[in-house]
């Protein structure tokens, strides 16, 4: 397991169209994020899962934008009705819940653009 | 709600030298991680050091080192002998360390620090 990955790396798309990302944490790990980090920001948060449950959400996250992580496993976020103000870069982290501190592991994320 | 506040949108240094990276924050919370991570030109974000509140003594790793003033919420970066590999975006965050929180990261704005060779 060679860390967090994120596909695609890169994403343009025309704005109103629909884009999926995906995310695939570091294997053992249960909890994982989703930042949103525009230029010259640092990221921000979006939402949160412990396994399978979604137990955060931002309210950055309208209602255009859903996440899943089936089986706990990977996990994908979904923008529906893309405008040009989500071009971002979409970051994934994961981490371990237990007892003591955990660092979170980040992806290379993706960068979308909305033309 | 807590923030996390870098005034410092670009920093320079020579290899070799020293230089610091500042950071303040705000919170009600006794109980929290402060970090610091690096972000490379298209690479991820990597952990640099983390220091614990309830900890006194400040944190060190190799040549990177923090200045934590818990009573000020100043929380510094010091990077000594700088290297060209050092070049990248470095963040300040907070996370909470309660029992039951999600462990998001707060960010701040990043402080992009380039070295002179």
């Known amino acids: 397991d060679t860390g967090v990955s994120q596909n695609p790396r890169h994403k343009i798309t025309k704005r109103g169209q629909n884009v999926t990302f995906r995310c695939d944490p570091i294997?053992?790990?249960?909890?994982l994020y989703w930042y949103r980090q525009t230029l010259g920001q640092g990221p921000e948060f979006l939402t949160y899962f412990q396994n399978e449950a979604q137990l955060e959400k931002s309210r950055l996250l309208s209602d255009r934008f859903s996440a899943e992580r089936p089986k706990g496993s990977f996990s994908t976020l979904e923008i529906q009705r893309t405008e040009q103000g989500d071009s971002a870069m979409y970051l994934c982290?994961?981490?371990?819940?237990?007892?003591?501190?955990?660092?979170?592991?980040f992806g290379q994320g993706t960068r979308l653009t909305v033309v | 709600a807590q923030t996390v506040t870098q005034s410092q949108p670009e920093m320079s240094v020579q290899e070799a030298e020293t230089v610091t990276l500042s950071c303040t924050y705000d919170?009600?919370?006794?109980?929290?991680?402060l970090f610091w991570y690096k972000q490379p030109p298209s690479r991820q974000m990597i952990l640099v050091i983390r220091?614990?509140?309830?900890?006194?003594q400040n944190a060190t790793e190799n040549r990177f080192s923090v200045n934590f003033q818990k009573a000020a919420k100043s929380f510094s970066l010091k990077i000594s002998d700088s290297q060209l590999g050092d070049a990248a975006m470095y963040f300040c965050a907070y996370r909470s360390a309660y029992g039951g929180a999600t462990n998001k990261l707060i960010f701040g704005t990043g402080t992009l620090l380039a070295v002179q060779p």
């Open positions: 919170t009600s919370e006794s109980d929290y991680y």
């Open positions: 294997s053992e790990h249960n909890r």
């Open positions: 220091q614990e509140a309830y900890k006194q």
């Open positions: 982290a994961s981490s371990l819940l237990q007892g003591g501190f955990t660092e979170a592991f």
